[in-house]
């Protein structure tokens, strides 16, 4: 059974700093996916990571893949209070009975003033 | 372009009363999913289809049924809602790279 972890799953930092959401998975997978969900709303994809050594950035997101460690990351620079939501990690291969992935807990980001 | 389209966003129900979830995709994709989301727990996977006229059990399936009877359209159903049920529901269709769109979400409350 595919179990995804992230860590930390609380994080409250202040705008400015730089820090890292980590995403262990338990079994080999060659996709994986980072979503963001603000209070109350759906959730948005945010970086989809296809192979080992993948690394993809957007604004002051940068997430990474390494196939072999089963580990993501999600890294975020200089934060501002715009980033303040919750960050999931979904881990799943393609099965022929389609993208079944395996969801984080989330990481409940809050960036202060 | 709407995306993925669930009915109704909001529910109260009481104990033992049934009700439908309706999800639209107007992507043209293959698979379809009903998530449901509670506090601490992420997303879990309630039922999926990878076409019509196809359902499968996912991670959660008791007390949930699903059809598909157009490509579009995914229905989850309650026949007999519990409390335990009470979350939130969010249907989701992939493109070909396994990418999840989602929908707005559904809140039901079983009292």
């Known amino acids: 059974e595919l179990k995804v972890e992230q860590n930390p799953l609380f994080l409250s930092m202040q705008e400015g700093k730089n820090y890292t959401i980590y995403c262990n998975y338990s079994?080999?997978?060659?996709?994986l996916y980072w979503y963001r969900q603000d209070p109350g709303k759906s959730l948005e994809s945010l970086f989809v990571?296809?192979?080992?050594?993948a690394v993809k950035q957007e604004g002051r997101l940068m997430a990474s893949l390494d196939t072999k460690a089963r580990l993501s990351t999600l890294h975020i620079t200089a934060a501002v209070h715009d980033l303040s939501a919750t960050y999931f990690c979904?881990?799943?291969?393609?099965?022929?009975?389609?993208?079944?992935?395996?969801f984080g807990e989330g990481t409940q980001l809050t960036v202060n003033p | 372009n709407a995306g993925v389209t669930q009915t109704p966003k909001f529910r109260v129900l009481k104990t033992g009363q049934s009700m439908t979830l309706l999800c639209a995709q107007d992507?043209?994709?293959?698979?379809m999913y009903w998530y449901r989301q509670d506090p601490g727990m992420g997303l879990r996977l309630i039922h999926y289809?990878?076409?019509?006229?196809?359902?499968a059990k996912g991670e959660v399936p008791d007390g949930y049924n699903v059809s598909r009877l157009k490509k579009q359209n995914f229905l989850l159903g309650l026949e007999s809602a519990a409390p335990s049920q009470t979350s939130v529901y969010f249907c989701?269709?992939?493109?070909?790279?396994?990418?999840?769109?989602f929908g707005e979400g559904s809140r039901l409350t079983v009292l």
């Open positions: 979904a881990v799943g291969g393609w099965e022929t009975s389609g993208s079944r992935l395996t």
């Open positions: 079994t080999t997978s060659d996709r």
């Open positions: 990571l296809l192979s080992n050594g």
């Open positions: 992507m043209n994709h293959e698979y």
């Open positions: 289809s990878v076409g019509e006229g196809t359902t």
């Open positions: 989701a269709s992939n493109d070909p790279t396994g990418e999840l769109f």
